[in-house]
């Protein structure tokens, strides 16, 4: 009988799986918008007809209300229990573009870099702190697996074959991290993270160089957020034009 009224409540509604912690927040973008720059990419004909539109640059995205696309945000020096996710991040090569533009991933995390193009792609890690890695994919190659043991800052993946392809990698001692989408939105799950305030840093490749200088997570470019049993709503972050040099 028992079991007859949990499955009859749990049928209407009445009980509910324990939601995960999240923080959600939005990151917009204060000043003139540049405009959106095509890539070029006649130097290899497979590529160019793998699109049926134009293809843009991805280092600089935003939305009609300025709304920023690729903006990495993580908790600086969290307190947690998470453990490694099994699942690897994914790295993909698409109409010879790397998906995504930019990741986070946690340090002993397997990153599955994948060929899904008809063309030769060779990958090429700037890391500094980890080693970094070099090497030819051919078109509809297996997947290969690689893996970060030391934190490090943003840094950049490459193709040495095709010039335009790009994508940035942060590696974490933890997994709450967040990307932001087209819109600018971002969402973070926090299990296994101990209540207490924090900082939330965000990052964009174009600002890079000041923030590298500045050290990141600078006063600049975070926003305190204070976890406790609940989902919180971080709000806007806002990312400034750089003032031209006089």
């Given amino acids: 009988m028992k079991n007859k009224v949990l499955l009859l409540l749990a049928c209407v509604g009445l009980i509910t799986a324990s939601e995960s912690l999240e923080i959600n927040g939005k990151v917009q973008y204060e000043g003139k918008a540049p405009r959106a720059k095509k890539l070029n990419m006649a130097a290899d004909p497979i590529c160019g007809k793998s699109h049926k539109e134009a293809v843009f ?34 790295l993909d090569q698409v109409g010879c573009t ?20 008809k063309t030769l792609h060779n990958i090429h890690s700037m890391s500094e702190v980890n080693s970094s890695f070099n090497f030819a994919m051919p078109a509809k190659s297996d997947p290969s697996m690689k893996n970060f043991s030391k934190n490090e800052d943003p840094f950049y993946i490459k193709c040495d074959v095709h010039p335009w392809m790009k994508s940035w990698v942060v590696v974490l001692e933890h997994p709450y991290w967040a990307v932001t989408d087209q819109d600018g939105n971002y969402t973070m ?15 964009h490749e174009k600002w890079d160089k000041p923030m590298k200088g500045a050290g990141y997570c600078s006063d600049e470019y975070k926003t ?21 040099k006089k």
Avoid at 100 to 115: A, E, R, S
Avoid at 192 to 203: A, H, I, K
Wanted: aromatic residues 8%; contains cysteine; glycine residues 4%.
């Fill in 57 to 90: 640059n991805e280092s600089f995205v935003i939305n009609d209300e300025k709304y920023m696309k690729n903006v990495v945000v993580w908790i600086n020096s969290p307190k947690h229990s998470a453990k490694i996710p099994e699942s690897p991040v994914i």
């Fill in 98 to 117: 790397y998906i995504p533009h930019v990741t986070g991933i946690m340090k002993g995390q397997n990153l599955m870099i994948k060929n899904s193009d």
């Fill in 189 to 203: 799950n926090l299990d296994s993270l101990e209540p207490g305030t924090y900082d939330l840093c965000f990052w």
């Fill in 224 to 244: 305190s957020v204070t976890i406790t049993d609940k989902s919180i709503d971080a709000g806007t972050q806002t990312f400034k034009r750089p003032a031209k």
